[in-house]
């Protein structure tokens, strides 16, 4: 089969953003060259991966390590590879994934994931093509395309720190940014046809719904924060509950009546942050918190408030690190909730405890900060 024509069958889609991304991988695919897919979780960025290895004509496997589903302290060994007796359990020896992937392609998903110290190893491989299992001094030659993935912002990692800009530069020679689901509705009916074929191939008897035009109509006004992962479970859950039938508007919000009430929570963060805002932009003591110097002097600020309360302080600390937390998850309630510490249920309440209303929509998921009000 033409390869160009197994790659459409692989990225599956007619829109811009999805024929841009398929003649990336075209392009880079006969250049021994690092590429680095970029996008969010759950749209499909191994793919990038295995459209790369199946048109470079590498005679090797594609080799697939999630960084991030490893624990740091489990995975030199898992890419390196080990002797026997290097550590407890190691029992025999063991080849590590540069050296599975000798001859074909190593996919490193959530390369942002890789702890520090690796980062300093894998740019010694990248540099000198050799590998050292754990527990040896042998240097064995290895031979792979290398592609990696992240859904995180890796240049900002960089500046933060937490990831070495010298092998950044080194893994990121060839960009290929992955376009979400809510970039690509026009693919939606080319999707849906694709998954449901695969469905009836898996699943011998099952009988996957159909669509309206109304049906259709909703699935491409849905923001999909889930991407494709999302649309495939969507798939799966409307093949059990409605299987054979033809499934309307009505049908497809009962069936993502749960992501419903994600945006349902995502719009009272909207308005919780507009409230905190507009508080904080009222309130003195607010701005003493927004606003602090290395020494805070709190004797000075009971001087310079004489009506001072401290209820209204504490909420006020309450409310600033809340916006502080937000802005820093770019409004996703779990990360802010994580970041300070709390539940993300907890944060909702808290968030509604300040007397906040649901009236404002989300977008794909994630809060948009709006402009501090004079």
Same mark, same amino acid.
């Given at each position: 089969?033409?390869? =160009?024509?197994?790659?459409?069958?692989?990225?599956i889609? *007619?829109?811009f953003?999805?024929?841009?991304?398929?003649?990336?991988?075209?392009s880079?695919?006969?250049f021994?060259?690092?590429?680095?897919a970029?996008g969010?979780t759950?749209?499909?960025?191994?793919?990038v991966?295995?459209?790369?290895?199946?048109?470079?004509?590498?005679?090797?496997?594609?080799v697939?390590?999630?960084?991030?589903a490893?624990p740091?302290?489990?995975?030199?060994?898992e890419?390196?590879?080990?002797e026997?007796?290097?550590?407890t359990?190691?029992?025999?020896?063991?080849?590590?994934?540069?050296?599975?992937?000798r001859?074909?392609?190593?996919?490193?998903?959530?390369?942002?994931?890789?702890?520090? %110290?690796?980062?300093?190893k894998?740019?010694?491989?990248?540099e000198?093509?050799?590998?050292?299992?754990?527990?040896?001094?042998?240097?064995?030659?290895?031979?792979?395309?290398?592609?990696?993935?992240?859904?995180?912002?890796i240049?900002?990692?960089?500046?933060?720190?937490?990831?070495?800009?010298?092998l950044?530069?080194?893994? =990121?020679?060839?960009?290929?940014?992955?376009?979400?689901?809510?970039?690509?509705?026009?693919?939606?009916?080319?999707?849906?046809?694709?998954?449901?074929l695969?469905?009836e191939?898996?699943?011998?008897g099952?009988?996957?719904?159909?669509?309206?035009? *109304?049906?259709l109509?909703?699935?491409?006004?849905?923001?999909?924060?889930? =991407?494709?992962?999302?649309l495939?479970?969507?798939? %799966?859950?409307?093949?059990?509950?409605?299987?054979?039938?033809?499934?309307?508007?009505?049908?497809?919000?009962?069936?993502? *009546?749960?992501?419903?009430?994600?945006?349902?929570?995502q719009a009272?963060?909207?308005?919780a942050?507009?409230?905190?805002?507009?508080?904080?932009?009222?309130?003195?003591?607010?701005?003493?918190i927004t606003?602090?110097?290395?020494?805070?002097n709190?004797?000075s600020?009971l001087?310079?408030n004489p009506?001072?309360?401290l209820?209204d302080?504490?909420?006020?600390?309450?409310m600033a690190?809340?916006?502080?937390?937000?802005?820093? *998850?770019?409004?996703s309630?779990?990360d802010?909730?994580?970041?300070l510490g709390?539940?993300?249920?907890t944060l909702?309440?808290?968030?509604r405890k300040?007397?906040?209303n649901?009236?404002?929509?989300?977008?794909?998921?994630?809060?948009?900060?709006k402009?501090?009000r004079?």
């Amino acid at each position: 089969m033409n390869s =160009n024509l197994h790659l459409a069958r692989m990225i599956i889609g *007619s829109s811009f953003a999805t024929c841009k991304m398929r003649d990336l991988i075209s392009s880079v695919a006969d250049f021994n060259v690092a590429v680095m897919a970029q996008g969010p979780t759950g749209a499909g960025k191994e793919l990038v991966a295995r459209g790369i290895h199946l048109m470079s004509g590498r005679k090797g496997k594609l080799v697939a390590v999630n960084c991030a589903a490893i624990p740091s302290d489990l995975l030199e060994a898992e890419l390196f590879g080990y002797e026997k007796g290097a550590f407890t359990g190691a029992e025999k020896r063991r080849a590590g994934r540069f050296e599975e992937a000798r001859g074909g392609t190593l996919f490193l998903d959530e390369i942002g994931d890789m702890p520090l %110290e690796l980062q300093a190893k894998l740019l010694r491989i990248l540099e000198c093509r050799v590998v050292q299992r754990v527990g040896s001094n042998e240097e064995i030659p290895v031979d792979f395309r290398l592609v990696c993935a992240t859904h995180q912002n890796i240049e900002a990692q960089v500046e933060e720190r937490q990831f070495r800009a010298d092998l950044l530069y080194r893994i =990121n020679v060839f960009p290929i940014r992955v376009p979400a689901l809510a970039e690509r509705r026009e693919d939606i009916p080319e999707l849906l046809r694709f998954l449901v074929l695969r469905m009836e191939s898996e699943n011998p008897g099952m009988q996957p719904p159909s669509f309206d035009p *109304s049906g259709l109509t909703a699935l491409q006004k849905y923001s999909w924060p889930g =991407n494709i992962r999302e649309l495939r479970n969507f798939i %799966e859950r409307a093949s059990v509950l409605f299987s054979g039938q033809q499934i309307t508007a009505a049908e497809v919000s009962s069936l993502l *009546s749960f992501d419903a009430e994600k945006e349902v929570e995502q719009a009272t963060l909207w308005d919780a942050l507009e409230n905190i805002q507009e508080q904080a932009a009222a309130s003195s003591q607010v701005k003493a918190i927004t606003n602090p110097t290395n020494e805070f002097n709190y004797a000075s600020l009971l001087k310079q408030n004489p009506d001072f309360n401290l209820k209204d302080f504490m909420n006020a600390t309450e409310m600033a690190l809340i916006e502080a937390a937000l802005e820093q *998850s770019g409004g996703s309630a779990p990360d802010a909730a994580r970041i300070l510490g709390l539940r993300r249920t907890t944060l909702i309440e808290k968030l509604r405890k300040f007397g906040m209303n649901t009236g404002a929509t989300a977008t794909d998921g994630q809060l948009k900060m709006k402009p501090r009000r004079a």
